[in-house]
């Protein structure tokens, strides 16, 4: 199993990134899929998820109304569109799948808001 992410890098605040995770080696359309981030020197925190099917999704208080997750089944792909961003938003940002007892996560990308 592989989840492979991208799009990471330094923007403006303000500015907007659009992340990708791209799934190989599970059944993708069964996982529900999320988004985590970790800053330097605090604890992993969840941002964002989204079902199986992408008919349902929640985010953290602390991204609501700037983050939006989706999901491509047919691409084995799940995204991550980050508008208004700030500088507290950064941090390396992990994809992570679950189906019952099975969870796999990628190896990151990070994401700078610096002016």
């Known amino acids: 199993v592989q989840l492979v992410e991208s799009g990471g890098g330094l923007v403006q605040p303000g500015g907007s990134l659009r992340l990708s995770c791209a799934a190989s080696?599970?059944?993708?359309?069964?996982?529900?899929m999320s988004w985590y981030r970790q800053a330097p020197g605090k604890e992993r925190d969840w941002v964002a998820a989204?079902?199986?099917?992408?008919?349902?999704?929640n985010y953290a208080d602390s991204v609501k109304g700037r983050f939006t997750i989706s999901r491509d089944n047919s691409k084995n792909t799940v995204y991550l569109q980050m508008d208004s961003l700030k500088p507290e938003d950064t941090a390396v940002y992990y994809c992570?799948?679950?189906?019952?007892?099975?969870?796999?996560w990628g190896q990151g990308t990070q994401v700078t808001v610096s002016s």
């Open positions: 989204i079902t199986s099917a992408g008919g349902s999704s």
């Open positions: 992570n799948a679950v189906w019952g007892p099975r969870t796999y």
């Open positions: 080696g599970l059944s993708f359309r069964w996982y529900g």
